[in-house]
Each structure stands twice: as C-alpha cells, then as structure tokens.
C-alpha cells in the first residue's frame, strides 16, 4: 500500500507527519458548508463559549484583548483555545497572522476546527499569504472585493469572510459596501460574454478559472460570510438579504445586562432575515445598551474605560488607565 503521508516543504525546512492523511480541497469545502446559514460569535473566555452555543450559534471565533492597550496582536495562547475547545461542542475557529504557516501548524495540532487567517491580526508575512492547500483543517479569510476572494480561494480558503469595520465601533457602512461591491461585480460578470471574462479576470487580479465557476454560479464557489460593525439582529439579517450565507459578531454582543438574549436574536434574525414581523420581535430590547457600550469602547471581563463625573466643572471625563 503506498504511503498516503503529506510531506510539506517551506523553504528547505521539511516536516513530515504520519498522521496528516491527503485531504482533498473538496473536503475542507464540505466542512465549511456545515456552517452555512449561522452566526458564528467571536468570544474571549469559555464562559461567553458556553452561552453562545446555548443560544444557537453555529460556531465560535476565539479573540483575546491586548492588556497593554496595543502593540502586535498575536495567535491566541493555545491553551485557552484547548480550554474554550473543551466547553462546547460546536465548531472552534481560532485566528493566525497572515503568511504565518507555523501558527497555522500549532493551531492545527491542537485540533481547532477551522483556521482564520485574519487581517485583524498584525501581518507575519506582508507579501505572502499561507499556502492553506497544506493543511487539513478548512480555512477562512477575509477580502474587501471580488479579485481578493478569488486569490484567497486560489490559495486554498475553503471559507469567505467580507470585511468591513476593523477596530469594533459598530459601524456597518463599510461591510454593506464591500458586501455590495462584490454582489455588484458578480452581477455584472454573469451578464458579461465569455470572451470578456479574460479582461475582467485580469483588471480584478483573479484567477480566470474561479472568475468563470463564479459566473456560472452566480455567488462565490466557497461559502461566504460578512464580518465587522454587526451588533443588532437588524444588521445580520441586512447582511443576509444582500446575499450572505452567515455573518460574524463581535464579543461586542456580551456587553450588555443580558447577553444570551441578544446572542439569540441575532441567531434568530439570521434564521428568519426574510420575515419582518420575527426580525421586529428579535429587535425588542437591549439595542440601546449594546450600542451605548460601544460608544465607550467597553470590553466584557476586560474593561480599559472608567468613567469618572467630575462635579466641579459638570464634564463627563473618559480615562483610559492604560493610557493614563
């Protein structure tokens, strides 16, 4: 029987592994597929874990918050992930740095489900992405237009993740114009004569292949989710209705009085984002708070924000201690 072993090879380190079997690119698709049509929450703790899967959600993401107030943001500790891993029993997507296949290697040997290879993180490599055709284990990435999901699904993600706001404000206007950027250029791309396909795979950067399995689907042959500046059910549904199949919620959904209820509507919304009267009772409570937290840059179980009254001159004063 021949050996079914994978020998990878970056640069003229080798490394081997007996138990890596070949894993075809159609497999990790299918794995990304079990996904389709859910929330996935991002977390810090496995309290929050334990509570997102409670309320519905179809896998979690795992963040942590830099206690310096900046600096390189980095994989996660494994050990948290191995932790938060063992709490739930739903999918586990853990993040790595672009172009950092090492990170990709541990997080992959602790057995996580899915690896995001994130643009939130501080880039490893800032011209080259990882060869995700390497591993086993399905990847996500993330893209702000057509010709990036395509290079990204070249290289082997088997998962799509639109981009919108980077720094947790809540602010949605740039994820619905990414969204609608790309829905817009597959529409025109279907109405497109095949011998315009090549101009267009070249003025997009895309690989001619994928550009002409998109058109004739008519979406992106890999399943394709929206992230950043999600905090109400309002805005998942929104991101369900322009043509996503699952959206991405910040732990800013933690940062109120009852969190489970407002991890369940999103999950709800996302479910039922074509029927407005279920979407009405979803948005019932709790919006306010949310957003208001926002406004302070509060984190749940990592607060960096005091608020102190000063009653001299009657202003409201922000402190940051981290600053300060």
Known sequence: MADESVLAVYNNTIITDSKRKKNPFSTNLGRAQIIRGGAIIEVVNSKQAKLAEEAGACAITIS????????????????????????????????????????????????????????????????????????RVPFVCGCQGLGEALRRIREGASLIRTQGDLIGIGDIVDLVRNVRSIMGEIRVLNNMDDDEV?????????????????KQLGRLPVVHFASGGIVTPADAALMMQLGCDGVFVGSEVFMNSDPYNS????????????????????CCGGLDESMAGLNLNVQEDNTVVEEQEEETSGARVIIDPQVS
Do not use: W
Not at 76 to 98: C, E, F, G, T, Y
């Open 64 to 135: 942590e918050t830099l206690a310096n107030g900046g600096g390189v943001l980095r994989m996660v500790d494994p050990s948290l992930i191995k932790q938060i891993k063992q709490s739930v029993n739903i999918p586990v997507i853990a993040k790595s740095r672009i172009g950092h296949f090492v990170e990709a290697q541990i997080l992959e040997s602790i057995g996580v489900d899915y690896i995001d290879e994130n643009e939130i993180l501080t880039p490893a490599d800032d011209q080259n992405f990882i060869n995700k055709r390497n591993f």
């Open 198 to 214: 090549f101009a267009f795979a070249k003025k997009i950067a895309a690989p001619y292949d994928l550009v002409i399995q998109t």
């Open 263 to 282: 991890v369940r509507s999103i999950v709800r919304a996302v479910l039922h984002y074509n029927d407005p009267h279920v979407l009405a009772e979803c």
